[in-house]
């Protein structure tokens, strides 16, 4: 991800949550093909001591098999043995007390600027839930400065799956989590929009620049000046690691 993006940064006012002893289930938009990688670097850095599993089309295992060994596993998606396979294992991990499940419930690659519409299994499977709690998790992508691409990421806040005024079926479990996640990434899509990176913290910066004749002759001026190259567009560079 740094030699495709200048930078992964986390909304300051929807940082990672510190989670209890308890399954967590994060629930998070689809926009892009780089979402579980943005994923793996969040699990590495905030989850590390928990257990984490993700459903995948049993193509796209097929096609990355590498995902198996981030903890991916595959179901066959729009019939009733994928859906059952599904809830099975995910039953599973949710049983342990730090099992977690990452899911795009959405099914399917969506735009972030079209309203978040969810498949139906996810609230079937909050409804078999009785402990944990679920984690909306907003991504998005957008050029800002740079000649690369920026990831944005934003956690919304925590949904007790053992509050006593939880919903008590599927439909209703499904349009809470829904509104819980278009909220979240409204909120995102905002700061997005800003182009304010003190909105942001930086979880690293990655590749800045132009690059070729442009960028050499930048360099060479600074060396002639004395001074240190930096090669983003707005002097930003170096600038990651803030992020708690």
């Known amino acids: 991800m740094r030699k495709r993006f200048a930078a992964l940064r986390l909304a300051r006012d929807g940082l990672a949550p510190a989670l209890p002893d308890t399954p967590a289930l994060v629930l998070l938009n689809h926009p892009s093909w780089w979402d579980p990688m943005v994923c793996a670097i969040l699990v590495g850095r905030y989850y590390r001591d928990r257990d984490s599993f993700a459903p995948i089309a049993d193509a796209g295992l097929r096609r990355y098999p590498f995902l198996a060994r981030l903890g991916f596993f595959g179901i066959e998606p729009h019939s009733v043995r994928g859906a059952a396979k599904f809830l099975r294992i995910a039953q599973a991990v949710l ?26 299994g996810v609230g079937h499977l909050a409804a078999r839930l009785h402990q944990g709690v679920i984690v909306p998790l907003a991504l998005d992508y957008a050029f800002w400065n ?49 182009r304010d990176p003190a909105r942001f913290v930086a979880l690293f910066d990655g590749t800045t620049g132009v690059g070729g004749v442009y960028d050499l002759w930048r360099r060479v001026k600074a060396i002639l000046t004395g001074q240190r190259f930096d090669p983003s567009h707005d002097g930003r560079a170096g600038r990651a690691g803030d992020a708690p």
């Not at 977690?100 to 139906?120: M, N």
């Not at 990831?151 to 919304?156: I, K, L």
């Not at 509104?179 to 700061?191: I, K």
């Open 146 to 194: 740079e000649s690369y691409p920026e990831a944005f990421v934003r956690f919304g806040p925590l949904i007790d799956l053992a509050d006593p005024q939880r919903p008590d079926n599927p439909a209703d479990w499904t349009a809470l989590i829904q509104q819980a996640m278009q909220a979240n990434q409204d909120r995102l899509t905002e700061h997005v929009v800003s």
């Open 95 to 120: 049983a342990r007390p730090r099992g977690t499940l990452w899911i795009t419930p959405q099914g399917h690659f969506a735009d972030v600027r079209a309203p978040i519409v969810l498949e139906a």
